[in-house]
């Protein structure tokens, strides 16, 4: 059996003055802190909505036959690491989410009204618990698609070089003469070549010395 909705939790909102109206509207407005860990507003090891950073709620709860509908935005600062430099970065975040919280007496008239066969879609309906809901799992899924799978500190952030790791963005002119390993085998055979055509040179006016000395 889970545990029972708390009304202090920020993320758990009454609807009882919608009094099963339908039509019946409330706008509300609430700045909250991020919960949990730094990944629980965002990508694990990429980006996301640090623990205790503020997040600003703008909610509008609106009865209908089955239960509350709710829409709204979390405008948050998500923190994290450029995939390309892997430079710290900021971002904010608009994330748009909406959600259907169900009475949960609809359940049984749903089933006298639809097919047997829609009850894998009623295991993902969620239900209004003594007219309480938690919007924590509907606004964690939201941020999440908000933000960039790949962040970036900018469009065209260069990256890191490949052969040294320098951050390309600091040295725009940074770059590594090309060899083909091709030739570079060749090259160090012509070296030991001409080495060796200096030593026999060396050796040839040596001997020459020694004659016009005698």
Same mark, same amino acid.
């Given at each position: 059996?889970?545990?029972?909705?708390?009304?202090?939790?920020?993320? #758990? @909102?009454?609807?009882?003055?919608?009094?099963?109206?339908?039509?019946?509207?409330?706008?509300?407005?609430? *700045?909250?802190?991020?919960?949990? *860990?730094?990944?629980? @507003?965002?990508?694990?090891?990429?980006?996301?909505?640090?623990?205790?950073?503020?997040?600003?709620? =703008?909610?509008?709860?609106?009865?209908?036959? =089955?239960?509350?509908?709710?829409?709204?935005? !979390?405008? /948050? *600062? /998500?923190?994290?690491?450029?995939?390309?430099?892997?430079?710290?970065?900021?971002?904010?975040?608009?994330?748009?989410?909406?959600?259907? @919280? *169900?009475?949960?007496?609809?359940?049984?008239?749903?089933?006298?009204?639809?097919? /047997?066969?829609?009850?894998?879609?009623?295991?993902?309906?969620?239900?209004? =618990?003594?007219?309480?809901?938690?919007?924590?799992?509907?606004?964690?899924?939201?941020?999440?698609? /908000?933000?960039?799978?790949?962040?970036?500190?900018?469009?065209?952030?260069?990256?890191?070089?490949?052969?040294?790791?320098?951050?390309? !963005?600091?040295?725009?002119?940074?770059?590594?003469?090309? #060899?083909?390993?091709?030739?570079?085998?060749?090259?160090?055979?012509?070296?030991?070549?001409?080495?060796?055509?200096?030593?026999?040179?060396?050796?040839?006016?040596?001997?020459?010395?020694?004659?016009?000395?005698?």
């Amino acid at each position: 059996m889970s545990a029972r909705l708390d009304h202090r939790n920020p993320l #758990v @909102f009454d609807t009882h003055e919608l009094g099963r109206r339908p039509g019946a509207l409330q706008r509300l407005t609430r *700045s909250i802190e991020a919960p949990g *860990s730094p990944d629980v @507003f965002g990508i694990d090891g990429v980006i996301g909505v640090p623990e205790g950073a503020p997040v600003e709620l =703008e909610i509008r709860l609106e009865s209908v036959m =089955e239960g509350v509908l709710v829409t709204g935005t !979390a405008r /948050a *600062s /998500a923190e994290g690491e450029c995939v390309r430099c892997l430079e710290p970065l900021k971002l904010e975040v608009d994330a748009d989410f909406q959600e259907m @919280f *169900s009475y949960p007496d609809a359940d049984d008239r749903s089933r006298t009204a639809e097919p /047997a066969d829609d009850a894998e879609e009623d295991e993902d309906r969620l239900y209004l =618990e003594d007219g309480l809901f938690d919007l924590e799992p509907a606004l964690r899924d939201a941020v999440v698609l /908000a933000l960039p799978m790949q962040p970036v500190c900018r469009d065209d952030c260069p990256g890191l070089c490949s052969q040294c790791g320098a951050r390309l !963005a600091d040295d725009p002119d940074h770059h590594h003469d090309a #060899v083909d390993i091709r030739w570079a085998a060749l090259q160090g055979l012509a070296g030991t070549i001409q080495d060796g055509e200096k030593d026999d040179v060396s050796g040839a006016e040596a001997g020459v010395d020694e004659k016009q000395e005698k």
